[in-house]
């Protein structure tokens, strides 16, 4: 009888034990994530937004109908009132970035405020579809550029060659 009350704690120690390490692991495995995220350098994300606001750019600018209909209307709206210049504002922006990409002068100064003109510009565009259409298929595409564009922010300066 004493056995059995000496076997019991253990036997339930032993499974917190196995719980406790399973969850380690996968704190281990977020903790692994989070840190390539955060020393992960910013070029490859950079160009992926300059990529999405150039194709932006030349939707508007060619395509200025499919600015106009659809879930873009609200962007008529104020600040701008029209598709010309939210394609010449992504154009803007997609030339800013790639030039910042290719310059072998790293300037802090311009870099900050592209990055959060890239953020506030992918931030407003997506906000005022959702407000329009609601849930939709392309949010995820338009939430993981603004999540990008926003990592871009928190990178801006952290080293030298991410400014």
């Known amino acids: 009888m004493d056995d059995f009350r000496d076997t019991e704690p253990l036997a339930k120690v032993k499974v917190n ?9 996968w704190g281990a495995h ?9 020393w992960a350098h910013p070029v490859p994300i950079q160009f992926m937004i300059a ?3 150039a194709g932006w750019a030349l939707v508007a600018l060619l395509r200025p109908e499919t600015v106009t209909s ?9 600040p701008l009132a029209e598709p010309r210049s939210w394609g010449l504002l992504f154009a803007a922006h997609a030339l800013l ?5 290719v ?7 311009i870099g900050l405020p592209v990055n959060v003109c890239g953020f506030v510009l992918w931030g407003y565009v997506t906000a005022q579809a959702t407000l329009f259409v609601g849930l939709r298929p392309s949010l995820a595409a338009d939430l993981v550029v603004c999540l990008g564009a926003f990592a871009c922010i ?9 400014a």
């Open 103 to 109: 310059d072998p002068v790293k300037r802090l100064w």
């Open 51 to 53: 990529l999405a606001s």
């Open 70 to 78: 659809g879930q873009y209307r609200t962007l008529l709206a104020w």
């Open 30 to 38: 977020a903790h692994t994530v989070w840190r390539r995220f955060v």
């Open 17 to 25: 034990q196995r719980w406790h390490s399973r969850e380690r692991r």
């Open 154 to 162: 928190l990178k801006s300066g952290a080293a030298k060659e991410d």
């Open 97 to 101: 970035s790639l030039w910042r990409i």
